[in-house]
């Protein structure tokens, strides 16, 4: 099933990285972009840059986090816009670096909240709004990080792995209601979270290469998107590992700290 071309996108945390490229990529005259973020300042530039390339905005600040605030939010655009796409990206981690003691609990809950939570709190009011109009697209960002269990990073990567097979598992519920669900899993792209990081990171690109990856992945309709795809090869190798190699080969990895 190929999607229509999408004329009201929704992008959550759209004030950087994929988020912000993403939002730049789509705005073009007869588009209308809604984008939430946490950054004030950084979402009003993103909005008068999206504006300038032709489309019409509504952005607020808010966390995803947020269930009433987020439902609020996306009824009204849908109400002026009728939502044609939803693209889930707002996404934290612990940070990263050579220190010892990985994730504390409190990062962790966060974490969740924001990764898991935050993406049922984005999708759902889109999705009571689209199965009336039998159409629509959500694309949910997870992580390559998703497809291993990290030592380094236990709660990002359980949170990605988990909006992963979710995302995976609603596509197949929510075909009969003609909405396509995506699953986006990008490798090392340049973000507020990999600038964090003081380690090597292999195949690592631009946001901007990195939305047009994904926004070519959702008008080809398809249910995954995997980047750059050797070093989704070499993960999904890793995963093939016996458990006691493969948590060998991943206690070398950094942690997030």
């Known amino acids: 099933m190929k999607p229509t071309a999408p004329k009201s996108i929704l992008i959550t945390g759209a004030s950087s990285g994929i988020g912000r490229a993403l939002a730049l990529e789509y705005a073009e005259p007869g588009v209308h972009l809604s984008f939430t973020g946490r950054d004030e300042t950084r979402l009003i530039e993103v909005e008068r840059a999206c504006q300038d390339r032709g489309a019409t905005t509504k952005s607020a600040v808010l966390s995803v986090t947020d269930q009433s605030a987020m439902a609020t939010f996306i009824k009204a655009i849908d109400a002026q816009h009728p939502l044609d796409l939803v693209i889930a990206n707002a996404g934290i981690s612990a940070g990263s670096g050579k220190g010892e003691e990985g994730e504390t609990e409190r990062q962790a809950r966060a974490i969740f909240d924001v990764n898991f939570t935050g993406v049922l709190n984005t999708i759902w009011p889109a999705i009571h709004a689209m199965k009336p109009r039998h159409k629509g697209q959500i694309a949910i960002i997870s992580s390559v990080a ?68 994904i926004r070519k992945g959702l008008e080809k309709g398809k249910v995954s998107v995997f980047f750059p795809w050797r070093l989704a090869a070499i993960t999904w190798l890793v995963s093939l590992l016996p458990p006691c190699w493969r948590v060998s080969v991943l206690l070398r990895a950094p942690k997030k700290t």
């Open 146 to 213: 998703g497809m291993l269990s990290l030592p380094g990073a236990p709660a990002y990567s359980a949170s990605k792995a988990a909006v992963k097979a979710y995302a995976e598992a609603l596509n197949g519920a929510l075909r009969t209601d003609g909405i396509i669900v995506t699953t986006v899993c990008p490798g090392f792209v340049e973000s507020r979270i990999t600038a964090k990081n003081t380690f090597p990171m292999p195949f690592f690109m631009s946001a901007e290469k990195a939305a047009r990856i």
